[in-house]
């Protein structure tokens, strides 16, 4: 059993170069979700998605699109980078609404 | 937006000392989780606490949940190197579709 899945583990993009951050999990978990975690702000919430097709605006949404056409997978898309959006990545998943996260290892940006 | 502040933000101990970790807020949660993340990973659940004035205890750690669900507490009884990490308590409110506020986190350092 995989878990989470995040892909690449590592990125440095220029301002306003754009990318896509992979995250797969193959525990058929309904909700899906994006955090960044900066330092001595913890994890500030993304974009989430509670099913396929259903995705909804977290806390820090500017800049980063989601889209969730499969269960197993949830991109997070960033159309222009810039320097703010330097950060380590976390997707996560739960089985239910009140299920704890199952994270992956994280994608660290670095935008220049 | 629910918010959940962690303190102190910063520990360190010696091998053997006690010390206890807090998680506060204003508003009512109806389940909260610890979470440990060791750097390079993602955070990996502890324990979850959903009753008021619950006590969890995982080995040396003892975990609870406040009366009035708006606070919780991480003790640790003796502590050794390979508790060092940072820490993060996440809460879940009842109306937010299953959203997690995260805490800004504690990291704590054992010394040998």
């Known amino acids: 059993n995989a878990g989470v899945t995040q892909t690449p583990k590592f990125q440095v993009l220029k301002t306003g170069q754009s990318m896509t951050l992979q995250c797969a999990q193959d525990?058929?978990?309904?909700?899906m979700s994006w955090y960044r975690q900066d330092p001595g702000m913890g994890l500030r919430l993304i974009h989430y998605s509670v099913g396929a097709g259903i995705t909804d605006q977290g806390e820090v949404p500017n800049g980063y699109n989601v889209s969730r056409s499969t269960t197993e997978d949830f991109p997070l898309r960033l159309l222009s980078a810039a320097p703010s959006q330097t950060s380590v990545y976390f997707c996560?998943?739960?089985?239910?609404?009140?299920?704890?996260?199952?994270f992956g290892n994280g994608t660290r940006l670095t935008v220049t | 937006t629910q918010l959940l502040e962690q303190s102190p933000q910063f520990l360190s101990i010696q091998e053997g000392e006690n010390l206890t970790v807090y998680c506060n807020s204003s508003?009512?949660?109806?389940?909260l989780q610890w979470y440990r993340q060791e750097p390079g990973e993602g955070p990996v659940l502890l324990v979850t606490v959903v009753t008021g004035g619950e006590v969890k205890k995982l080995k040396r750690l003892t975990f609870q949940f406040g009366d009035a669900r708006k606070d919780s507490s991480l003790h640790i009884t003796a502590a050794q190197p390979g508790d060092t990490g940072l820490y993060l308590c996440?809460?879940?409110?009842?109306?937010?579709?299953?959203?997690?506020?995260f805490g800004d986190g504690t990291t704590l350092t054992v010394k040998p």
């Open positions: 525990m058929n978990h309904e909700y």
């Open positions: 996440a809460g879940r409110g009842d109306t937010n579709a299953g959203k997690s506020t």
């Open positions: 996560a998943s739960r089985r239910s609404s009140g299920a704890p996260l199952h």
């Open positions: 508003s009512v949660f109806s389940s």
